[in-house]
Nanobody, 117 residues
Framework: QVQLVESGGGLVQPGGSLRLSCAASGNIVSNNVMGWYRQAPGKQRELVAA???????DYASSVKGRFTISTDNAKNTVSLQMNSLKLEDTAVYYC???????????WGQGTQVTVSS
């Protein structure tokens, strides 16, 4: 089992910044991918950004150049720096952990990000 605890999120004006963090604990393996997904009301959950243990990254096209994902392998944490936030970034953001050996994945409880003027 892997437990994910998220922090950050909140209310911000358009153009502002927020930082999300997620700490993983439990049965952590080296061959993993951690990332952030989001789900807006009435929409499907979508990948925002992901990072491997070796720091290879993947971003949704809608956030490239604005969001940066990073990881601290020693602390088993992943962070998402979100800059130049837009109204359409409003969603519940979920931390995700994937064990690439077993293909099991785990989810955080979600944190609300609201971009509003």
């Amino acid at each position: 089992q892997v437990q994910l605890v998220e922090s950050g999120g909140g209310l911000v004006q358009p153009g502002g910044s927020l930082r999300l963090s997620c700490a993983a604990s439990g049965n952590i393996v080296s061959n993993n991918v951690m990332g952030w997904y989001r789900q807006a009301p009435g929409k499907q959950r979508e990948l925002v950004a992901a990072i491997t243990r070796g720091s290879s990254t993947d971003y949704a096209s809608s956030v490239k150049g604005r969001f940066t994902i990073s990881t601290d392998n020693a602390k088993n944490t992943v962070s998402l720096q979100m800059n130049s936030l837009k109204l359409e970034d409003t969603a519940v953001y979920y931390c995700n952990y994937l064990n690439r050996w077993s293909a099991r994945e785990y989810w955080g409880q979600g944190t609300q990000v609201t971009v509003s003027s």
